[in-house]
């Protein structure tokens, strides 16, 4: 099994075109179908008819054609066997977590406050796409560039149904990656013999090299999920999003938030 059908969000910030391009690789890679998904920034649901409006949706039409351009180059350039071009009046994430709901994988940008694009958004990209698309989301990061991605993957594990999905959404990358790192803390709650056993018998039967560890438990899950990755030297993190009620996220903080405001290597979430 391999992606079919990968989304990336195609715009005009600092980082579309290494977001772009990688996209077009792991397309090639698995043979998928690439869409490039651009969008207005105009939400939908805005009153439709008006003058203005019009002319601001005319306006930015003009302005992503250049983009979508450079995404139709990118894909020739790295052997796309089949890609296509949209563009829609919406918001990016709104629309991106519409089209990913008939995708294997969303590709998108982990929100850069310094890029100028970013004034144009209706709050985080990668958090609302990966709530609203019942899909796997690759996030890349905008701090840090790595050669390659998904040669060393650290698996974060918790028995939970997001993580799950997570694992069934990375399966892909896994079987290729040259080793897989699953990671838990204890206390562990999920049922099994040994934390990770099950997980790492499953994922053998699935053709994937993988290694257990099991750390102590931390203050701060998201920082101490960072040192693994670290230590590790991983250049990828799998992991489950939003394991608990949104707005709990929201007050107290939490894992997803900590990885999609400081993460280094790219991290592919599921929800």
């Known amino acids: 099994m391999c992606y079919k059908t990968i989304v990336v969000h195609v715009d005009h910030s600092l980082h579309a075109e290494a977001r772009m391009r990688y996209a077009a690789q792991l397309?090639?890679?698995?043979?998928?179908?690439?869409?490039?998904?651009?969008?207005?920034?105009?939400?939908?649901?805005?009153?439709?008819?008006?003058?203005?409006?019009?002319?601001?949706?005319?306006?930015?039409?003009?302005?992503?054609?250049?983009?979508?351009?450079?995404?139709?180059?990118?894909?020739?350039?790295?052997?796309?066997?089949?890609?296509?071009?949209?563009?829609?009046?919406?918001?990016?994430?709104?629309?991106?977590?519409?089209?990913?709901?008939?995708?294997?994988l969303v590709v998108v940008s982990q929100t850069d406050l310094d890029d100028p694009a970013a004034a144009h958004l209706a709050g985080p990209v990668p958090?609302?796409?990966?709530?609203?698309?019942?899909?796997?989301?690759?996030?890349?990061?905008?701090a840090?560039?790595?050669?390659?991605?998904?040669?060393?993957?650290?698996?974060?594990?918790?028995?939970?149904?997001?993580?799950?999905?997570?694992?069934?959404?990375?399966?892909p990358l896994l079987r290729d990656a040259g080793l897989v790192a699953i990671v838990l803390f204890q206390p562990f709650e999920a049922t099994g013999r040994?934390?990770?056993?099950?997980?790492?018998?499953?994922?053998?039967?699935?053709?994937?090299?993988?290694?257990?560890?099991?750390?102590?438990?931390?203050?701060?899950d998201g920082a101490a999920l960072l040192a693994c990755t670290d230590c590790l030297d991983a250049d990828l993190i799998v992991m489950g999003a939003y394991g608990r009620p949104r707005l709990r996220e929201m007050v107290l903080g939490g894992v997803t938030e900590t990885l999609l405001d400081r993460m280094t290597v790219p991290v592919l979430m599921a929800h």
């Open 144 to 171: 840090r560039r790595h050669a390659t991605i998904g040669g060393r993957i650290m698996l974060a594990w918790d028995g939970s149904l997001q993580a799950t999905r997570a694992v069934a959404g990375a399966l």
């Open 127 to 142: 958090a609302q796409v990966v709530q609203g698309s019942a899909r796997p989301v690759l996030v890349l990061p905008h």
């Open 194 to 220: 040994e934390p990770g056993t099950d997980l790492a018998l499953y994922l053998a039967r699935q053709g994937v090299r993988c290694e257990v560890h099991v750390e102590p438990s931390p203050i701060d």
């Open 27 to 104: 397309a090639a890679r698995c043979g998928a179908h690439l869409v490039g998904s651009a969008f207005s920034g105009i939400s939908r649901y805005a009153e439709a008819g008006s003058t203005m409006l019009l002319a601001q949706q005319h306006e930015r039409r003009g302005d992503h054609d250049s983009a979508l351009a450079r995404f139709d180059a990118i894909a020739i350039a790295e052997g796309v066997a089949s890609h296509e071009r949209r563009y829609a009046d919406d918001e990016p994430a709104g629309g991106l977590a519409l089209q990913g709901r008939y995708a294997d």
